[in-house]
């Protein structure tokens, strides 16, 4: 199998591809990866946990490579063992990130990030962009490659139903340049599945959730996923919410406020770019108990915390009696190491979806993420269920 990650210098995909590696050298055991379930037994057969080759698009550092990126992420975090590091030096050296777009990420990415290297920088069309960026997918890709957006938190372009709504529309668009109405990750998941590689969107970005990319995947016969990892709080708040529903106890309100530093940390200490995480983590909730309490939902930079994301959560609650009680917790994780295994089960489970014929959004793999499209289902167990039930259908 081969990856191409959106976004690969950062610490989810330098993490990810550092995980396997070290794995195959047997220089870390599999804990943490989900594939590697009982459950999922046989996936190796169509998936094995073996990716031959990595490679991505990035928009800075573009002359370095992804053990020095990796290197900068383990100075500030320490988020594995030093040796782990050193035994990959040279595998690592040799993956190179190609230049990619920042079209639309907003003032978060274009101040923090800065020099951004990037086509639209270069004086590209939106037409060249697009060829350039499959040129270089089409140049690393293999039948076993997927495609992972795990670039910076991008604002929330509206939604323009002339360019957004048909494939027609959105091709259109961009023959005549239209650079205002098409962000990144739009363009990412186009290059992907216009060449049937499988387009996974682990950020809460737009994606691949416009209806023109749905038409692009069905037209393709490409399967597709996301949006917006579920590794952290809103595991546990979409783990957790199920069980006052089961106890018929009445959610009153629910409070979650987290604070982060590093890169993630500082893109979103922008509101622009904010917004989109906000909406995914706040909303799932209601989703789950079918009625919505108040809720508040914050996110802020802390800059010593680095990777290592803290979320405390107040839940008030009413019970028998109508009495009001309170359950507290703090949700302490390091963002990369909960996340990286996620990206490695979603690639291997999307190119078990195309070897099995699925084509178009892949609802069942919404276990892995806080925004799952074509889906109502928010209830981590339901979700973990639908995914076993999926795999044992098809393998
Ligand atoms: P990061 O800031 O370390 O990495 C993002 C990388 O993307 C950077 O190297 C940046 O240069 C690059 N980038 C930004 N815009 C780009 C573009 N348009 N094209 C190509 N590259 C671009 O962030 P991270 O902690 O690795 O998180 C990555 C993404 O995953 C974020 O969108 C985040 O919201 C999402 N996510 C992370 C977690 C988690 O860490 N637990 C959970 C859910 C979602």
Redesign the pocket.
Known sequence: MRLWL????????TTAVAGERAIKKGLSDKTGLVTELEQFKGLEKYSPLDFDRFGG?????LDSNLYE?LFK?WEENFHFDYRILKALKEDLEEIKAKK????N?GEG?LQE?KPIQ?LENDGLTLEQIVEKLEKDLLEFCDEDTVAID?????PVLPYDDEVHGSLEGFEKAIKENKKDKIS??MI?AYVSLKNKIPFGN????VGSSIPALKELAQKTGTPHAGN?????ETLVKTTLAPMFSYRNLKVLGWMGYNILG???GK??SHEQNKES?IVSKDKVIGKILGYYPYTITEINYFPSLK?N?TAFNFIHYQGFLGAKMKLYFIWDAI??I??APLVLDIARFLNFAKKKNQKGVIKELAFFF?SPMETEVYNTHEQFEMLVNWYNSLK
């Open positions: 959106f976004g690969l210098y950062g610490i989810v995909a698009h990035e928009i800075r550092s990126e992420h990619g777009t920042a079209l990420c990415v990030l990037s795990v670039a910076s938190t991008e990144s990750s990412y682990f950020t809460p970005g917006d990892g579920k590794t952290g590093d890169l993630d893109v979103l995480k990777d994301k963002d990369a909960v996340a806080k």
